[in-house]
């Protein structure tokens, strides 16, 4: 390996995965390799880029993984020391905090959130305490001697929306990071902005692994500067308005090595029920390589026997079943997104979320046209879409909005107003240790099932 001194070369446009271990055979790495986009494809592919610059022999000595929560103080402490018994030095960052984009901190709220739930407790705090610091907060705010935490104004500086807060989660993981004493260096780039003026030593090579960057951010701009940034993402093509994922080069990459392909009728069928999260692509990719045992061709009817989210993640999926008041299909959703290690917690964000939704939209048109039912799109527009705030409005299309409208006359007032308690309800029941399984589906039963909803009291 070789990254050599000096001024910092000019990243390349338009890099792709394939131009960076064109760097690596030819014996020349840049000194930076920051890949955004889809964070679990920037993932995979940072793994295949680090395996090529360090021999599979040597991985365990020059080769340092560094978290989420890890600081540019401490991704710049690495570069500056040596690989063990010499030779050159890869490290690789998964998902930095610093790097973030506000677009992408409720998605890394929810895999700290996630992490807590499965048990991973240091690296949830961890997780939670870098989103922190970058918002802003210590861990002493966090967990205060004395009084208690500002959870409205921690969510909103977190960017995180109040139905996927987790008040039970923020101060559990404040006081387990409390007791063991777990400390997160401030978000301060200086220390790793001087190693990229300075050049990092020769054989050394930061790859970054991240999700949704702020390309606004100095030190974004200044790693990008250093090496190569290439954005790795699903691949789209058509019209602006018209557009369909293309999921090819994907699944002949999950597949590799299994003799194995996903047929143009199986490719459409994992774009309409999976979206575009590529992480639950591959994981649904595994169990259709797995169903389809000794034969090569995966096809629609394949994906439709075996996939049955409906969208790009399960809350998404739970959303749509509560809004078609499909009870058969909630609790599906609801069985197979806890056996993924779903948190309860979560799905009764996305419950709340949901329902919370319908209620405001049919509000919204009680206002305008008192209970008379609207009976169409373009009626609803003229009637009820002017009432919608211009900041709520901005770059939406009015026909989402009367989709949540649609949706919520197929409930009668009590009820959503019913459902809506239930769901608190339900959210007290669970932090007090009941389990979340059988609440949340005491809720979709009373909803769903029809006919005037009963409290379920703890």
């Known amino acids: ?88 030095k890869v490290v690789l960052v998964h998902e930095p905090a610093f790097l973030a984009s506000k677009e992408d901190a409720e998605a890394a709220y929810g895999r700290a959130r996630e992490q807590w739930a499965k048990g991973a407790q240091r690296d949830a705090a961890r ?98 500067a250093a090496g190569r940034r290439v954005t790795i993402q699903l691949e789209k093509e058509g019209t602006w308005d018209a557009q369909r994922l293309v999921l090819g080069p994907v699944l002949a990459s999950l597949l590799a090595g299994t003799g194995k392909r996903v047929d143009r009728g199986g490719e459409a069928r994992l774009a309409a029920l999976v979206g575009e999260d590529a992480r639950t692509l591959a994981s649904e990719v595994a169990k259709l390589a797995a169903y389809v045992g000794d034969r090569k061709v995966i096809g629609a009817e394949d994906v439709d026997a075996v996939v049955t989210r409906v969208a790009s993640d399960p809350f998404f999926a739970l959303g749509n079943a509560i809004e078609a008041r499909d009870l058969p299909q909630a609790l599906g959703v609801l069985d197979r997104s806890i056996a993924d290690g779903a948190s309860p917690f979560m799905l009764l964000g996305s419950l709340a979320s949901a329902v919370r939704r319908m209620i405001v939209e049919r509000e919204r048109a009680r206002r305008a046209v008192g209970d008379r039912r609207i009976g169409s799109a373009r009626e609803w527009e003229a009637e009820v879409f002017p009432l919608v705030p211009e900041d709520e409005a901005k770059g939406k299309k009015p026909f989402g909005f009367w989709m949540k409208y649609q949706a919520s006359t197929r409930f009668s007032r009590a009820e959503l107003l019913d459902g809506l308690a239930a769901l608190a309800e339900a959210d007290v029941a669970m932090k007090s240790g009941q389990d979340g399984r059988i609440r949340l589906e005491r809720v979709l039963l009373g909803l769903l099932a029809g006919g005037h909803m009963e409290r379920s009291h703890p």
């Open 1 to 88: 390996m070789a990254a050599g001194r000096g001024p910092p070369a000019r990243a390349a446009a338009g890099a792709t995965l394939e131009t960076c271990l064109a760097d690596v055979r030819a014996g020349s790495p840049r000194p930076v390799y920051l890949l955004d986009g889809d964070a679990f494809l920037a993932l995979r592919a940072a793994r295949e880029l680090a395996g090529a610059l360090v021999p599979e022999d040597r991985r365990a000595l020059n080769l340092v993984e560094l978290d989420a929560a890890a600081s540019p103080a401490e991704v710049a402490a690495e570069l500056s020391t040596g690989g063990l018994f010499g030779g050159g």
């Open 127 to 224: 997780r939670l305490l870098a989103l922190a610091a970058k918002a802003g907060w210590s861990l002493k705010d966090l967990a205060p001697e004395a009084g208690r935490v500002d959870h409205a104004a921690l969510a909103a500086d977190l960017g995180v929306p109040e139905a996927t807060y987790d008040a039970a989660f923020v101060e559990g993981a404040a006081r387990f990071a409390v007791e063991r004493d777990l400390k997160v260096a401030k978000d301060d780039a200086s220390a790793l902005d001087a190693a990229l003026e300075k050049g990092f030593a020769r054989g050394h090579v930061l790859v970054v692994a991240a999700g949704k960057v702020d390309g606004k951010l100095p030190l974004v701009k200044k790693l990008a």
